[in-house]
């Protein structure tokens, strides 16, 4: 298929419907396997792709660079799709106005009539679809235009808008998978041929457009139509999918194209006649009197059951509960399976009476990576007595979601710890981050099996592998002494999580709130060696024991080669090894730091490590150095060795916070260099002197450091702290604790923006202060410096940093940006119709930040952006990153899946903007900045420090085969 595709559309813009109709020709096939492998049903993809047509005709005159056209058609065919899902959601007609015996009737005579016109061609493609199903979504989307689209590599790469070699990738590790049922893929050619007459059906409805008139002197194009197009689209999809709507499952790969019946095990009362104790019930998912005020949001379509044929016991469960008031503490933690690494662990508090068992507290870390975080939500009720299968009841979490709880029925599970039947579904539905959790509990166990279901597409699941519980008859028995074991795996993690859980205390009183702390503080006991004696430069690594079990990584230092950290002896040992032997006769400092929390939260008090390395006298120190030089104004530095400076906040030149600047060793003075900006991304952090040392270590030891040394320029790091923990530091609200933690500093964010007084006050504004202190401080030094900056960040800081070259292109040269959830702030204002006002794109700029975006100026910033292929850091569902119009408008319009779908269409709305930004994906790399991608953007600003835009050849992670 050759890329003619300029010459063609130039025909079609004068025109000439026949080749309009080449391009029908050329591009049908493909669009159709996009739209069948999206949407999941055969016919349906190809009304979506005569709707796309219709719409690439109407909008063939807006496309600024004709070479671009597959990428637009795919992002047009992309959006058509999420609005179908999304239209098929919500036309539902009422079960309220829908006769039972008519319904019944109607849906049994569809589901027989079309049982019984199923072919063998239809069975071939329903083999077919579960096949790609086992593999992922990126390689599905390629084996699918490579087979079934019978597009080329080369093809595939436009229409997709990424890399051959990537797409090469895919289809490699995608044969690898199937590598036994290709040739079936391959014979199901035949079956997947798509409506002989489709092109002749859509230049028909092309014909019936009227075509606008010229345009300053363009040939006649197609202008927008009003009634007929309405009329063919309501034709289309209006009538069929209304009611296809009401009997197809939402969507899923594996969603059959016939109508079919879906059972649903939720109570909804319609008045039918029923035998006693036994009610067949149809309509909506909450039953009358259960739903206590909840709100119309989780009234949406995705949260109601379009079609339910349920038998449901309403007889009450006879629960064995323990009388009066019980307070109870439950005691978790997690590791690897395969190396022991604690992960995450601590106390829940829960209360229970004859009414209600509700968990009312949490100390420790890392919840979310826990069963009892996903399952003890705090405040939510868990149980509500006596316990009646189908009721139903709303409530308000910590975080102001709203959540949705119906006990469902009953079910048999088999886990690892053996069979267990009638298990007691309980399922909740959550709206931040939006999901759905689904728990089976058996009676006199407890939990034995989890399945927690994100929006954005990952499933968290857990099993019961063990337990002893002696005691106890009820669905979660929480007598003192029980115990459990779970593994627990999503799409993310290779290895499996094992947690184990106890019941440490159930009692009649109130519990000291002193009880979730435990004891005091953590102590460090010893450390191996005895860093009082000097040491060998050849000791892999230093051993740390705490008194007590504890959580998390956080250590500064500097000029120290230290490797991964890891924990032994169950979270009791901290092993820090060295990457490289260390240097004779030199002083090490480590300083372990309040990062370190034991099972109940308690942070471990900051503690130095100093030893010496064995070696001929005198010894010299590697940390001397590094102590920073403290500047107040523009004055006199000594550049004859590596310089840390700290200089001091000064309000009187537009900066509240300090800044870091870190000068290397070797810089020429003889040529202007570029100043590199890493923003800060410390976290939150609970007192100034840490929030100082955590941004003073990404100066002085850190993979921008490395950047900077290997550049030979300066670094500057702005210390700007983040509400949530330093929210205690520099008030930014009236109402501290409601709304600060969702200005995310760190990464620009609207709420950052909009902040109107204090010392938050317009950071971006105070960083381009900085960026010109610095800048003056440097020439006054003798060295001459560039006026644009490089920028530099993963992560939330990567966001920061392509967010503050859209505001501000005039002041950066290139930017860098890595892990930023697969979405980039977008340089327009609108796209596929919908408004998009920033941080998704910048609609609203100038209102929120009094800004006119210069797109002259943008597109001539040279720009990197990177994510990992195995990236799961998704920020979307939280709100601190995203509030809930944004977080819709992404999922919506971008992707609800962060890799590789949300990644995919970023690049291709970048490309279709002409946006001369260069994505790379690091296969077989998760959230992580490895050496060769250090390189990588080394290389990037090296062949960006002139004024034009080069793009370089990156590194490339081979996927694991």
Same mark, same amino acid.
């Given at each position: 298929?050759?890329?003619?595709?300029?010459?063609?559309?130039?025909?079609?813009?004068?025109?000439?419907?026949?080749?309009?109709?080449?391009?029908?020709?050329?591009?049908?096939?493909?669009?159709?396997?996009?739209?069948?492998?999206?949407?999941?049903?055969?016919?349906? +993809?190809?009304?979506?792709?005569?709707?796309?047509?219709?719409?690439?005709?109407?909008?063939?005159?807006?496309?600024?660079?004709?070479?671009?056209?597959?990428?637009?058609?795919?992002?047009?065919?992309?959006?058509?799709?999420?609005?179908?899902?999304?239209?098929?959601?919500?036309?539902?007609?009422?079960?309220?106005?829908?006769?039972?015996?008519?319904?019944?009737?109607?849906?049994?005579?569809?589901?027989?009539?079309?049982?019984?016109?199923?072919?063998?061609?239809?069975?071939?493609?329903?083999?077919?679809?579960?096949?790609?199903?086992?593999?992922?979504?990126?390689?599905?989307?390629?084996?699918?235009?490579?087979?079934?689209?019978?597009?080329?590599?080369?093809?595939?790469?436009?229409?997709?808008?990424?890399?051959?070699?990537?797409?090469?990738?895919?289809?490699?590790?995608?044969?690898?998978?199937?590598?036994?049922?290709?040739?079936?893929?391959?014979?199901?050619?035949?079956?997947?041929?798509?409506?002989?007459?489709?092109?002749?059906?859509?230049?028909?409805?092309?014909?019936?457009?009227?075509?606008?008139?010229?345009?300053?002197?363009?040939?006649?194009?197609? %202008?927008? !139509?009003?009634?007929?197009?309405?009329?063919?689209?309501?034709?289309?999809?209006?009538?069929?999918?209304?009611?296809?709507?009401?009997?197809?499952?939402?969507?899923?790969?594996?969603?059959?194209?016939?109508?079919?019946?879906?059972?649903?095990?939720?109570? #909804?009362?319609?008045?039918?006649?029923?035998?006693?104790?036994?009610?067949?019930?149809?309509?909506?998912?909450?039953?009358?009197?259960?739903?206590?005020?909840?709100?119309?949001?989780?009234?949406?379509?995705?949260?109601?059951?379009?079609?339910?044929?349920?038998?449901?016991?309403?007889?009450?469960?006879?629960?064995?509960?323990?009388?009066?008031?019980?307070?109870?503490?439950?005691?978790?933690?997690?590791?690897?399976?395969?190396?022991?690494?604690?992960?995450?662990?601590?106390?829940?508090?829960?209360?229970?009476?004859?009414?209600?068992?509700?968990?009312?507290?949490?100390?420790?870390?890392?919840?979310?990576?826990?069963?009892?975080?996903?399952?003890?939500?705090?405040?939510?009720?868990? &149980?509500?007595?006596?316990?009646?299968?189908?009721?139903?009841?709303?409530?308000?979490?910590? %975080?102001?979601?709203?959540?949705?709880?119906?006990?469902?029925?009953?079910?048999?599970?088999?886990?690892?710890?053996?069979?267990?039947?009638?298990?007691?579904?309980?399922?909740?539905? =959550?709206?931040?981050?939006?999901?759905?959790?689904?728990?089976?509990? /058996?009676?006199?166990?407890?939990?034995?099996?989890?399945?927690?279901?994100?929006?954005?597409?990952?499933?968290?699941?857990?099993?019961?592998?063990?337990?002893?519980?002696?005691?106890?008859?009820?669905?979660?028995?929480?007598?003192?002494?029980?115990?459990?074991?779970?593994?627990?795996?999503?799409?993310?993690?290779?290895?499996?999580?094992?947690?184990?859980?106890?019941?440490?205390?159930?009692?009649?009183?109130?519990?000291?709130?002193?009880?979730?702390?435990?004891?005091?503080?953590?102590?460090?006991?010893?450390?191996?060696?005895?860093?009082?004696?000097?040491?060998? !430069?050849?000791?892999?690594?230093?051993?740390?024991? &705490?008194?007590?079990?504890?959580?998390? #990584?956080?250590?500064?230092?500097?000029?120290?080669?230290?490797?991964?950290?890891?924990?032994?002896?169950?979270?009791?040992?901290?092993?820090?090894?060295?990457?490289?032997?260390?240097?004779?006769?030199?002083?090490?400092?480590?300083?372990?730091?309040?990062?370190?929390?034991?099972?109940?939260?308690?942070?471990?008090?900051?503690?130095?490590?100093?030893?010496?390395?064995?070696?001929?006298?005198?010894?010299?120190?590697?940390?001397?150095?590094?102590?920073?030089?403290?500047?107040?104004?523009?004055?006199?530095?000594?550049?004859?060795?590596?310089?840390?400076?700290?200089?001091?906040?000064?309000?009187?030149?537009?900066?509240?916070?300090?800044?870091?600047?870190? !000068?290397?060793?070797?810089?020429?003075?003889?040529?202007?260099?570029?100043?590199?900006?890493?923003?800060?991304?410390?976290?939150?952090?609970?007192?100034?002197?840490?929030?100082?040392?955590?941004?003073?270590?990404?100066?002085?030891?850190?993979?921008?450091?490395?950047? +900077?040394?290997?550049?030979?320029?300066?670094?500057?790091?702005?210390?700007?702290?983040?509400?949530?923990?330093?929210?205690?530091?520099?008030?930014?609200?009236?109402?501290?604790?409601?709304?600060?933690?969702?200005?995310?500093?760190?990464?620009?964010?609207?709420?950052?923006?909009?902040?109107?007084?204090?010392?938050?006050?317009?950071?971006?504004?105070?960083?381009?202060?900085?960026? +010109?202190?610095?800048?003056?401080?440097?020439?006054?030094?003798?060295?001459?410096?560039?006026?644009? #900056? &490089?920028?530099?960040?993963?992560? +939330?800081?990567?966001?920061?940093?392509?967010?503050?070259?859209?505001?501000?292109?005039?002041?950066?040269?290139?930017?860098?940006?890595?892990?930023?959830?697969?979405?980039?702030?977008?340089?327009?204002?609108?796209?596929?119709?919908?408004?998009?006002?920033?941080?998704?794109?910048?609609?609203?700029?100038?209102?929120?930040?009094?800004?006119? =975006?210069?797109?002259?100026?943008?597109?001539?910033?040279?720009?990197?952006?990177?994510?990992? /292929?195995?990236?799961?850091?998704?920020?979307?569902?939280?709100?601190? /990153?995203?509030?809930?119009?944004?977080?819709?408008?992404?999922?919506?319009?971008?992707?609800?899946?962060?890799?590789?779908?949300? %990644?995919?269409?970023?690049?291709?709305?970048?490309?279709?903007?002409?946006?001369?930004?260069?994505?790379?994906?690091?296969?077989?790399?998760?959230?992580?900045?490895?050496?060769?991608?250090?390189?990588?953007?080394?290389?990037? =600003?090296?062949?960006?420090?002139?004024?034009? !835009?080069?793009?370089?050849?990156?590194?490339?992670?081979?996927?694991?085969?």
């Amino acid at each position: 298929m050759k890329n003619d595709d300029v010459a063609i559309i130039r025909r079609a813009l004068t025109g000439d419907e026949t080749a309009f109709a080449e391009l029908v020709n050329k591009y049908q096939k493909p669009v159709h396997t996009l739209a069948w492998r999206k949407i999941g049903d055969f016919h349906i +993809a190809e009304d979506i792709t005569q709707d796309t047509f219709l719409k690439v005709y109407q909008r063939l005159h807006t496309l600024k660079d004709p070479n671009q056209f597959s990428g637009w058609i795919y992002v047009i065919t992309a959006n058509l799709c999420a609005t179908w899902l999304r239209k098929k959601r919500i036309e539902t007609q009422p079960l309220e106005d829908t006769e039972p015996t008519m319904l019944q009737e109607d849906a049994y005579s569809r589901h027989v009539t079309e049982e019984r016109s199923r072919t063998a061609v239809e069975v071939q493609r329903e083999v077919v679809k579960k096949l790609l199903a086992k593999l992922q979504e990126s390689e599905r989307t390629v084996m699918t235009l490579y087979y079934l689209g019978e597009m080329k590599v080369e093809e595939i790469s436009r229409f997709l808008g990424v890399s051959a070699s990537t797409i090469r990738s895919r289809l490699r590790r995608a044969r690898h998978r199937l590598k036994e049922e290709e040739p079936m893929i391959r014979e199901a050619l035949d079956h997947f041929q798509i409506t002989p007459n489709l092109t002749e059906n859509i230049m028909r409805e092309i014909s019936r457009l009227k075509p606008a008139a010229p345009v300053g002197g363009k040939p006649l194009v197609p %202008w927008a !139509i009003a009634v007929s197009t309405v009329a063919v689209i309501f034709l289309m999809l209006g009538v069929g999918s209304h009611y296809l709507s009401r009997f197809q499952k939402p969507y899923s790969f594996d969603a059959a194209s016939e109508m079919t019946v879906e059972i649903v095990e939720v109570p #909804v009362v319609l008045n039918l006649e029923s035998k006693p104790d036994i009610r067949t019930q149809l309509g909506n998912a909450a039953a009358p009197g259960k739903n206590n005020g909840f709100s119309q949001e989780l009234d949406q379509p995705e949260y109601t059951t379009l079609f339910a044929a349920a038998q449901v016991d309403q007889t009450e469960e006879p629960t064995a509960t323990e009388a009066g008031h019980r307070y109870i503490i439950l005691e978790s933690s997690t590791h690897e399976e395969e190396s022991g690494e604690v992960l995450a662990g601590g106390r829940f508090s829960l209360a229970k009476t004859g009414e209600v068992l509700t968990p009312t507290g949490y100390s420790g870390t890392g919840s979310g990576n826990t069963l009892m975080g996903y399952t003890l939500d705090h405040n939510i009720d868990l &149980f509500r007595f006596p316990l009646v299968m189908g009721d139903t009841w709303t409530q308000k979490g910590p %975080w102001a979601p709203q959540t949705q709880t119906t006990l469902v029925g009953y079910e048999k599970v088999e886990v690892a710890a053996g069979t267990f039947t009638d298990c007691l579904k309980h399922k909740t539905i =959550f709206t931040n981050p939006e999901g759905t959790r689904y728990l089976w509990f /058996a009676k006199g166990v407890g939990v034995v099996k989890m399945r927690y279901e994100r929006f954005n597409g990952v499933t968290t699941e857990a099993e019961l592998l063990d337990y002893n519980v002696p005691r106890g008859e009820e669905y979660l028995p929480l007598q003192y002494g029980n115990m459990w074991t779970y593994k627990l795996q999503n799409e993310h993690r290779e290895k499996p999580i094992i947690e184990k859980c106890e019941v440490v205390e159930n009692s009649d009183q109130p519990l000291d709130s002193d009880f979730l702390s435990a004891s005091g503080p953590p102590k460090v006991l010893r450390t191996i060696p005895d860093l009082s004696e000097k040491v060998s !430069i050849v000791i892999e690594d230093i051993r740390v024991g &705490f008194s007590e079990v504890l959580i998390g #990584v956080d250590i500064a230092y500097a000029s120290v080669p230290i490797g991964d950290l890891k924990w032994i002896d169950g979270g009791r040992t901290l092993v820090i090894p060295f990457s490289r032997p260390l240097l004779p006769s030199k002083t090490y400092r480590l300083i372990l730091a309040e990062g370190y929390r034991n099972m109940a939260g308690v942070s471990f008090p900051e503690y130095t490590l100093t030893f010496t390395t064995e070696g001929p006298e005198p010894v010299t120190s590697t940390f001397v150095d590094t102590t920073p030089v403290y500047v107040a104004d523009i004055e006199e530095l000594n550049l004859s060795n590596e310089l840390l400076c700290r200089v001091t906040v000064n309000p009187t030149e537009g900066f509240n916070f300090p800044y870091y600047l870190f !000068i290397p060793q070797g810089i020429n003075l003889n040529k202007p260099v570029h100043l590199l900006v890493e923003p800060c991304n410390t976290g939150v952090s609970r007192t100034r002197k840490s929030l100082d040392r955590k941004t003073k270590a990404l100066a002085e030891a850190s993979y921008a450091t490395v950047i +900077a040394k290997r550049l030979r320029v300066p670094l500057l790091v702005p210390v700007f702290p983040r509400p949530g923990g330093d929210q205690v530091l520099v008030p930014i609200s009236s109402r501290p604790g409601k709304d600060q933690w969702q200005a995310y500093t760190h990464a620009l964010d609207r709420d950052t923006l909009l902040i109107r007084d204090g010392d938050l006050k317009r950071i971006d504004l105070q960083l381009i202060n900085m960026i +010109a202190h610095a800048q003056r401080l440097l020439r006054h030094n003798n060295m001459k410096v560039n006026e644009k #900056v &490089f920028m530099n960040g993963f992560s +939330a800081s990567g966001t920061f940093a392509n967010r503050f070259a859209i505001l501000h292109p005039t002041v950066v040269r290139a930017v860098a940006t890595g892990g930023i959830n697969g979405i980039p702030t977008f340089p327009t204002e609108r796209w596929d119709d919908v408004t998009m006002r920033y941080p998704v794109g910048i609609a609203d700029v100038k209102e929120v930040a009094d800004i006119a =975006f210069d797109e002259k100026a943008y597109k001539r910033v040279s720009q990197y952006i990177y994510m990992g /292929a195995l990236d799961d850091n998704d920020t979307v569902p939280y709100r601190d /990153a995203f509030d809930e119009v944004d977080a819709e408008l992404v999922k919506s319009l971008i992707g609800a899946k962060m890799m590789p779908d949300r %990644w995919d269409m970023s690049q291709s709305i970048y490309k279709a903007l002409e946006i001369p930004a260069q994505f790379v994906t690091y296969e077989n790399t998760g959230h992580q900045i490895k050496g060769e991608m250090i390189d990588d953007i080394v290389a990037f =600003f090296q062949a960006n420090s002139e004024d034009r !835009i080069v793009e370089i050849v990156p590194h490339q992670y081979r996927s694991a085969e």
